[in-house]
């Protein structure tokens, strides 16, 4: 007997409303009874058998998203499961206004065009949970996961997300936002447990394609689904089409499962980045990747951060050594002078050489090496720097940190300065995310940038090419090639993107740092 208790309306717009008044349908809002079959759990006999392929919703609706990621789940279910395939659904939607039921619960999907409500089995009530905790994230999906084995394992998570700084709001702990450090945790509990990385990871969140955050996820999972862009058209964030799509790949693998052809890991990503093509109008940009080959990908990226550093010195020094060579002139002049010293002058010319003997003694220990003529350089400022010591120990007091500062804020590489311009140029997306294959193609293409590092960008391009399975992008976004990366236009890093482990193990950061002081 179902125990009616009230009348809620879907509003595609604006969610859930709590209306007892409304008592019709339309085209835009629909209306769902709250009522107790969302509360009677229910065995199935599918579970404990082996399948091709498990796939997990993790629907972490507790926020704004909680209408649009329970209709996550109605979508979902109008594949449902079958012989060869788990489809389950772990949707929270903790304590949101007017939704059908409170609180997180674990469907068995079974086949139901119902879009009123879920009709499939409740296998578990969770109670109200924290799904931005990576404690819970682990243990729920290890349940499943045990309770339903599979040859191949997806997982599906829907919600906010955030790039490199992670994914999954949750209102009822507060607004906890799951770090990527979090979710790297997560799954490679899950990886552990399961003895093998989880086969896809597919974001129906924003933003999470980036190099970063597959890096990150790179030891726990194999291929990763993700869009460069915010999810959802017409000024959206959030649309319940990435579910259509991962419903109608669902449905791909389920039929060519029935014909006995075999769908793996890496079929599975791109069918859902095929499937997602039919929604262009919302989701804009998508694109699968292959985790195994983001090392690869990193230490290019890496090299390519490293001779930027590396020619930015260089072009300091040699602008240094112009000044040098300039002070040595005059502080020669001023040792062969035996009687009436100008000792203002001698402070002044010594002041300015103790300064570079400073900044020189920091760059060129790098830029001297193989180069005759620098090493010479550095030999002649030795030579002359117990003679400085001794003139400046009557000035013990002078302090040339001002004057020091001064001379960086002078320094300026030419490629840094280039490399900078392109930044701006290249395919841009929400905040500091732009398309890294996009910007690398820039510097390539500009011949006035050293060959070394149009080289090295070249590399990032060709690992780019290993990385990315298949990409699909509308034309608003022309430059789009499946991969963002933190890509500043001035200032360097926060310290947060210091605690990725992309940023830990590559030079990137420093190398903004360096290119945006120019």
Known sequence: MVNKVDKVVYDPLIGFSVDPLVNKKTEDVQTYEIDDIYNKEQKVEEEGKKKKWLVIH??????????????DTNELEKVGSDENTHVISMLDLGNQYGVPFKGAKIFYLKKDDNTGKINSPIIKNLGQVNTADPKFMASVLKEIISRFPADNIAIFIGDHGAGWEGAVEDDSAGGKFMKIGEIREALEDVAKSLGKKIDVLAFDACLMAM??????????????????????????????????????????IQQASLLKIKVGPEDFAKLIVNAAKEYSHDIETISAVDLDKVTDLAQKINEFAQTVISKANENQAAELLQQYQKLSKDLQDLKNQQVNVDYEKLLEVLKNYNNLTQVLSGILGVSTKNNPELEKQVEQLKEFDQKLKQFLSAYAALNTSNKLQDLFAELNSTDAKKIKEKITKAQSFYGSFRDLKDFMRLIVEDKSISEEVRNKAKAVMDALDQYVLAEFHVDKYPGANGVTIELPSYGGPSSDYKETQFAKDTSWDEMLSKINKA
Do not use: H, P, R
């Open 211 to 252: 190099a970063e955050v597959g890096y990150e996820l790179k030891n726990a999972v194999k291929y990763m689904v993700a869009s460069e862009q915010l999810e959802g058209g017409g000024g959206f964030n959030y649309t319940i089409l990435f579910s259509k799509a991962m419903a109608d790949a669902i449905k791909n």
């Open 58 to 71: 993790y629907g972490a609706g507790d926020n704004n998203l909680a209408s649009f990621i329970f209709s």
